[in-house]
């Protein structure tokens, strides 16, 4: 039988799972109440429960069903989280419990890099060698350019750009942003590629003039990480005569409590403090589009591996 299996940030059933979440990302160190308060606060701002892991869940019910229509073959779609359960250790022992004998390894990123989807595929592998199980595992990367992915994020800067206002529409800039990577721009040469490549292959579909490529979330300094900040750019654009800029977050396809406050809230505040009109693009989330893209991209992978295996 194959396999898919998804692999994700996080899953929270409950605002009480909290503590164990900010315990296991600290590293086994416990949160202080005033980082767990915070926590709480932007979680229960967003009014509903935790998107990314009912988003997630909802993907892979859709695309096990897409799968199996599609190809007309029995194909699991397994889940596991980085930071919550279920546990990559767990869930490959569920899966050879059940009797997969051909793994693929998904990250839910369409953007390479080595804290991310390597990290993610090493775990997988990782936790096979230590239950002595020999399935063959494809690792599925490098499917940022995949051409229905790119039509679906296209479609919603499209829709992201004809919301301005007619005044600032062709004085708008769209910003491509991602989540910041630690290290030097050398240290990350794979991800800034992507990142790029997907960038121009969106704004090209979207026929988009103006755009820039913006980092947010970065840590804290000493430590390095990718530049510039979103919100230097809004700084650039608003210098520069700019009159709008449309944010389309190219890393978190599906929403997030943290991309839900970089891409949208702090940054509409960031914008309106730079004069600037604001608008973000929707997540691809479950939509039907995002799902047909995936299984589509999955059921190529699949052709091509049968050679290999």
Known sequence: MKAILMMTYAALP??????????????????????????????????????????????AAALERRLKHDSGEEIRVYQ??????PFVDETIRQ???????????????PLYSRSGTAAYHLR???????????????????????????????????????????????????LFTAHSQPGSPQANIEFIQ????????????????????????????????????????????????????VVCDLLSLTENVEAIFDCRINSRLKAEACGLEFVSTEFLNDSADYIDALAAMIHERMIQSSTVY
């Open 124 to 174: 997988v592998r990782k936790a096979l060698a230590a239950i002595g199980a020999n399935i063959p595992v494809i690792e599925i990367n490098d499917w940022h350019l995949f051409p229905s992915l790119v039509e679906a994020i296209s479609l919603r800067l499209r829709t992201a750009h004809q919301w301005l206002s007619s005044t600032n529409r062709s004085k708008a800039t769209v």
């Open 14 to 59: 409950s605002i009480d799972n909290l503590l164990p979440f900010y315990t296991h990302i600290f590293q086994g160190h416990v949160p202080s109440p005033d980082v767990l308060e915070g926590a709480k606060r932007c979680f229960r701002s967003i009014g509903v429960a935790d998107p990314l892991g009912a988003v997630t869940a909802r993907q």
């Open 95 to 109: 899966i050879v419990a059940d009797g997969v004998t051909r793994l693929y390894s998904l990250p839910m990123s």
């Open 194 to 245: 992507a990142f790029s490549e997907l960038a121009k292959a969106v704004a090209d579909q979207a026929s988009c003039q103006h755009w820039m490529l913006a980092y947010r979330s970065a840590g804290p300094a000493p430590q390095t990480w990718l530049k510039p900040d979103v919100f230097d750019r809004m700084e650039e654009v608003a210098q520069e005569g700019g009159k709008a800029v």
């Open 80 to 85: 596991t989280m980085k930071h919550t359960p």
